[in-house]
Structures are given as C-alpha cells and as structure tokens.
C-alpha cells in the first residue's frame, strides 16, 4: 500500500511503481513463453489432419457404438489382476515407504547427514517416474505379466507415500512426544506412544487415497505388457476393434467410479 | 532435595536463557516460578528432565548428578520426575487410560508397551488415580473428548503414576478458565503434600501462585531476582520481576483471600 | 475409595478395539484374509524369467553409473524440448480454464445448474485416464505434441478446480461476509473476499500441476502423443540401458528443479 502527492492529493495505490511493473512484467514473460511454446507445437502438427479431426472422431465413434457387450465375459479375469496389481502394489509399497518416511523426516531420522539424504533420494526418483516407464522397465527386466505391473505399482508409490507420510510426521505436535519423552520412555515407546498414534489417521488416508490412483494407474499398465485390462485396450487398439475398445473404456470408468465410491466410504468409516 | 548449580543455557541462536540459576527445593515443598514471558522459566524446567539440555552448571537429584546421564540411566531418572504440560500434551488419539499408562513407560518393556499388557499393579494404580482424579468413568474415552480441565487432571494422573520424587509443572492453568484453574492448582498441591512430592510449578498468574504455594521464586532474564515466602513479595518486588506497573490490586486482592 | 472403584481393581484391562462389534470385525479379518489368498494364489510368476531377468535388473543398475546422453544426444534433447513445451502450454490453458470452472463448481457462490455443469466436468475429466486419453486423441488427431497438450489441458481441469472448488468452499465465511456488509457486488465479493483468500494456494497447485504434467508428459510419448516418452521406450526396445538412465536421470533432475522452485514460490507465497 503506498501514498503518493499528486497536486497536492493524497492518491491512494495498492502498489508502488516497482511492484506494479514487476507484475506486468511477469504476466508479459509468461504470456511470450505460452506463444512460444504454442508455436513449438503448432510447427510440428498436421494441420490437415487436425482439420479432419471431426469426420474421424465421428467415424471411429461410429464403429465404436454399440460396444460389443459379449466381449465382457473375457474382462473378468484382467479386471480380477488389475485389482491384485493395484491392491498388493498399494500394500507394497506401504511396508516399504514407512521406514523410509520416517527415514525422512527431520524430528525422527536418525541421522540428518546421511540418512535423510538416502531417503529423499528414494523419493524423489521413485516418484519422479511415472508407473508407466516403471512398468516398461520391469517388463524389460522380469518379463511380462502382473507380477512386473504388482512391482511397478509398488515402487511408483513409494516415493508418493513415504513423502506425505514424512510431512504428516514433521506436522505433529512436538509437545505430545516431549510428555512421553519426559516419562522416561526409550526411543522406541516414545515412536509408538508419542508418534505413531498422531499419524495413523494420515497414514489410513495416504493408503486409501493411494489405493485409488493405483487402480486407475493399473488400468492401463497393460499397454506395455505389465498384466491387467490393459493388456485388452492394447490388442483392440492394435486390430481397430472400436466396438470392444469402446467397451473396456466403459469398464475401466465403472471401476474408477466403484473405486471412487469404496475409498470415500473408507475414509469415512476411519476419520 | 533438587539442586541446581550455576546452571546456564545458551540457545543455539544466542539467547542467554539461564545464566548461572542456584537453587534447592526440599522434600515436600511446592514452589512457584513466576516471571515474565522469556524470562525461562520453560527452560528451566525442562532443563532439569533433561528435555532441553543445560549449556554449563549442576543438577542433583537426591543424590544423582543429572546433567552427565545418558540413554538408560538418563531415562531412570527422568522416572522419578513426573511432568505436566501447559496445553495438557496428552496424546490426543489415545484413550485416557493408555494416556495415564504411558506414565509407566519408563518402567516396563517396549514388547509389553506395544501390545497394551501393562503389569496388572499398573491397572490398578492407574484405575485409583483416576478415581482420585474424579475421571473414572472415562477410562476408556479418548482424550480429545475430554475438557480442558479434565485433560489436565488426565495429565496429573500420567504425572503421578510413574510414582516420581518431584513434579515438574509448566503454566498448568494458562488454557484454563479461572475455576477449573484454582481446581487444578489445589489437586496438584494436594497430591504434593499426600506424598510428600517436592514440585516447581511455572505459574503466570501470580495471585494464583501466592493463594496455593509455599514459596515463590521470581526469575527475570534467565537470572534470581525474588526467593521467599509469598507475603514477602511486595509492590517493589514485582517490579523487579515485571517492570513498573501498579501492582496495588495484586497483592491487595491476595490479603482479601487470606 | 469409591464402590465403583472396588469393582474394578484387579480388573485386566485392554485397549477398546477399533471395530467395536466383534462379529463385524471377525468377518472383515476374515475377507482380508481369503482375499490376500486368492489375490496371492491368482498371480502366475515365471520364477526362472525373474532369475535371469535379474541380470538384465544389474546391468540397468549398473547403467545409472555411467549415463550415455551422448550417442542419442538429438534425440533427447528433441524429445526434451518437446516435453517442456508440452508441459507449458498445456499448464497455461489448464489454469486458464480451471479458475472459472473452479468458480462454478464451488457450492458457497455458484448457482445449481452452473454448479452441476462444473462439477460434470471435473467428475468426467478425472474419471478419464491420462493414458487412455491421448490414446484417443492421437487416433483423432494424428501423432505429435499436439494431442499430448490437449490431454494435459483436458487433465489439468480436473486436477486443479476440483482442488480450487474445495479451496473456495473452505475459505473462512467471516472474511467474504465482511466485504458482503459493505453492499459489494457479486464480482467486487469476489474480488475482495474471496480471491486474496485463495490466490496462495491456487498459485501453489499450479506448480505443482506444472510438476505433475512434465512428468506425464515424459510417458505421453510411449502411445504417440510427443515428448521424450517415445526415445525412452526406444532405448528401452533395443535395450540399450545406458541411455535409458540418462534419459531417466534426466527427467528426477528436471523434477527436482521444478519441485525446488515450487518450493521457493510457495514459501514466499505465504
């Protein structure tokens, strides 16, 4: 808030000069690496099929209607693997982020010059990388199937666990395990009696929440061969089956929903 | 009993907290710490269970030297000083009774502690000090359903079941309400003189401190500035702890008590 | 001592169980348990393909060790470029379009039918996967970046004004109640009571959807839809593992920066 004189006239502005100019400036930059950036992509695109974009999304759209509903019988199975893949992946990496979760945070690491930095190490590549590119490198490894899907859901969420769960524990109430400490506990009771209990509810929340986003994840991991309906999306695509991709697409959205519904209900029943 | 030596604590960030604090508090006497915010009366308490460690100087708890304890032995000790907290620091997610029982984790093994299989002596010295605490219809309540004044009294509990030599009591009434604040402040005196417990209480409220306790100590930027009885404490002595102010009301409103 | 104390000296006492009726607790361990024995039974591992898989698994670990950003060099830093351009764009247009539909998506200052509107596309956006998305759009429009961007806008949507939504439904009423008793307008309500409330944490989300979209960006490329995802899953083809990890190496870094810099605005943000 600044007060300038002009005539004699108090003239009241949110900001000085500086500031103002500061953000036109910032909005001007952001603005030139939109047009930039927009002009990268356009460079590079098929104009004429983007204009021809309609007639194909009304011809694939017209083979893909009806979905072929007899198909669904053969889903079963790959449903079956994709909740195996996402559920065991979730408990996976579970057991594996709360060590390092607490490997991580700054009140409970055991030591702040390499451990800490151990961790973060963890979870920062594990997270950086999408469950995907893990898929395809386990495939490239283990071979394929849902065991190379089950890993790579697992080690995509440890990252993503371990870092929420870290901070949950940088949030607590630090006076809480000052009055264990102060009975004279050892340092394993004060983590189970001062700690543990302060981060249970968001250790129930990061695991269902978790838990959902691995379903959907699991859905498509089939594409490069990692188990799953993904495995389905993948051959139909590959023979233009329309009618049984529209199909598996309204599968993997009622799954999404189920799923979205029981983890609500979940977190409901916990918190 | 307690005795503190040229005890001093610099913060890491410069701040003299303490400079060179002597003082003894016998078997059985409750004694007040009044001062101004920062004057480090937190820390001093905290210094003597070792939650913040001392820079330089002494303590002797009967007769153990305290400042050069470490892991067991330092644990041992902290048994015999039961603490209790200014916002109560129960853990919020566990029901009273566990709360009362993490008075005991000084005394039994993690396997027992994590499975919940207290010594049955424990249960029971925990149910009693519930029922003399009035709470013991809540045993199984969590402790964020509790009042402020009932949280406090779970606190006093924690405190007393690890069955310490000497209570160690920060600002107990400052989220309290006037009432339940002279409640808490009489069951804490009580329980010192039932078992002889010697207690530093933190207190702000010095009219609350002259009604209840024996002895008040009046600290000011880390240093003695007041050691005596209540009555001793007159207009000019405040003022060195606290600065000008007219202190009329406050020693007047005491002798009304009286 | 009181009688009701009496009665419960020498009494065991144990923690009450989180699932208070026994009979519903029982059959939940129970479930749990057949599931994990069926879910455990139903996976097929092709234990002796995992053995010598683990070679492979080595020489990758090994390949982190010594990176090979050289002999692909244009490839990625094309592949790159091309991510990041993605990544921008589809950011800017996804924010751009979040905060009104954000707006109208929140039930404490829009109107029901608006609200519905709002709240469909939110509900459609993040029901569709990412993948499946641009799977689709590269059919519609051919491959390149062109569907990549899309796809990012399409998910930023859903992303960032549900968060918003939420934000603006949470913001403290007594705030926008004090503007209101002023006799402000609709816009000047918004303007005053409730933008400044959630500016911080709307800048904050888009820096961490800026995070997020690079790295989806880097796996768009593996169904066609441009960014480095597909010179990944060619290194990945022919094995060649040593530019495999630099590619790897190359996208934690650029996330890392990207997460110390949204560290940075939102500390100052506060």
Redesign the interface.
Known sequence: MVVLKKNDLKVWQRRDRKAQFKIWASWLFGAAIFMWSWQQISEVTTWFFVWDAPRIAADIGSRAMPPRWEYLSTLWRPLWDTLNIATLGTVLALLMAVPIAFMAARNTTPSTLFVRPFALLVIVSTRSINSLIWALLLVAIIGPGVFAGLIAIGIRSIGFCAKLLYEAIEEIDYTQVEAITATGASRWQVMTYGIVPQIMPAFAGIAIFRWDINLRESTVLGLVGAGGIGLQLQGSLNTLAWSQVSLILVVILAAVVVSEAVSAKARGAII | MLQLKKLSKIYKTGDKALSAVDLTVPQGQVMALIGPSGAGKSTLIRCI?R?VEPTSGSITLGDVEITSLKGNSL?????R???I???Y???????V??NVL??????VS?VR??L?K?P?KD??E???LL?RVEL??M??KRADELSGGQRQRV?IA?ALI?DPALL?VDEPTASLDPKTSRQIMRLICEMCEERKLAAIVNIHDVVLAKSFVQRIVGLEQGRIVFDGKPDDLTEKELTKIYGEEDWEDTIKKDESLA | MSSNLELKLGQAWSKPPFIKSPVLRWTLVICVLLYLVAAFSSIEVNWSRVYDGLEHGWRFVLAFASPDLSSRATDIREGLIESAVITMASTAVGIALSVPIGLGAANNISILPVYLLCRGIITFSRALNEIVLAILLVAIFGFGPLAGFLTLSFATIGFLSKLLAEEIENIDKIQAEAVRSTGATWLQRFDYGIFPQVLPRLIGLSMYRLDINFRESAVLGLVGAGGIGATLNTAFDRYEFDTAAAILLVIIGTVMVLEYLSGIVRFKMR
């Open positions: 269970n939650l644990r041992q000790q902290r048994r000083m039961g603490m907290f200014q916002e620091a129960l853990v919020e997610r566990l029901t009774m566990e993490s008075g005991r984790l000084g005394y993690f502690s994590f919940r207290f049955q249960i029971d925990a149910f009693r029922d013991l219809d045993t199984d606190g924690r690890q160690l």
